[in-house]
Structure formats: structure tokens, C-alpha cells
Nanobody, 128 residues
Framework: QVHLVESGGGLVQPGGSLTLSCASS????????KGWFRQIPGKEREFVAV????????YYHDSVQGRFFLSRDDAKHMLHLQMNNLKPEDTAVYYC?????????????????????WGQGTQVTVSS
């Protein structure tokens, strides 16, 4: 199975940038999709940016489109989320997620229920 560990969260001022990283270990060759979700207390977990590991199809939530960017380093089994022009509403716990089962299309790739591997989460706080 795949084991995920996030890093890179922290406190940043509005307009600032952060890069989150997700390190994968274990059976990484079975990954079908991987991405980032976020959650604030009292709300459901929502997708931020996800990517099909097979064909590279990438989806971004409308609220982060043009500000957040996914990148991957397959040799190091890393997934990065570059977050620019951060806003207070981006404050949340960010989770890296992966699935080893077939997952394709917008509904599957963006649905948290379709991911069975999760990291422990990293807090991102955007505040002045």
C-alpha cells in the first residue's frame, strides 16, 4: 500500500506563497490518481487539485484556478502544490490523497470518497 506524508504548511500573509509537498512510499506503481484536498472545521473535505497518474489529466477547484499549480517528481515519488496569491479563505488543513483503484473523469478524480490513502494533513493559515 501507499504511505503519504505531507509537508510545507505554515502561516503566510495574504498574497503570499507556499509550496506543499507529498512524499509517497510503498507500492507507488499502483497509483491511479493523486491530489490535494482541504478541510476546515465543520465543513466537508473538498478537492483542491487532483491528477490522473495515467494520463496526466488535472483538475483544479474553481477557487484556486490560476493560483495553485500541481507538479510531480516521479523519480522521487513526490507531488507538489505550489500555492500563490494566497487568500484568507485558503486557510485549511491540506491533505494529500491517492487511490490505487481505477479512477477516471471529473466525478471520480475530484471525489474524496474515491481515495483510500490519505496523509496526516498539514495546516495552512493565511492571515495578516
Amino acid at each position: 500500500q501507499v504511505h503519504l506524508v505531507e509537508s510545507g504548511g505554515g502561516l503566510v500573509q495574504p498574497g503570499g506563497s507556499l509550496t506543499l509537498s507529498c512524499a509517497s512510499s510503498g507500492r507507488t506503481n499502483r497509483t491511479y490518481a493523486k491530489g490535494w484536498f482541504r478541510q476546515i472545521p465543520g465543513k466537508e473535505r473538498e478537492f483542491v487539485a487532483v491528477q490522473s497518474w495515467r494520463d496526466g489529466t488535472t483538475y483544479y477547484h474553481d477557487s484556486v484556478q490560476g493560483r495553485f499549480f500541481l507538479s510531480r517528481d516521479d523519480a522521487k515519488h513526490m507531488l507538489h502544490l505550489q500555492m500563490n496569491n494566497l487568500k484568507p479563505e485558503d486557510t485549511a488543513v491540506y491533505y494529500c490523497a491517492a487511490t490505487e483503484y481505477y479512477c477516471s473523469g471529473f466525478v471520480c478524480l475530484t471525489g474524496s470518497i474515491d481515495y483510500e490513502r490519505w496523509g496526516q494533513g498539514t495546516q495552512v493559515t493565511v492571515s495578516s
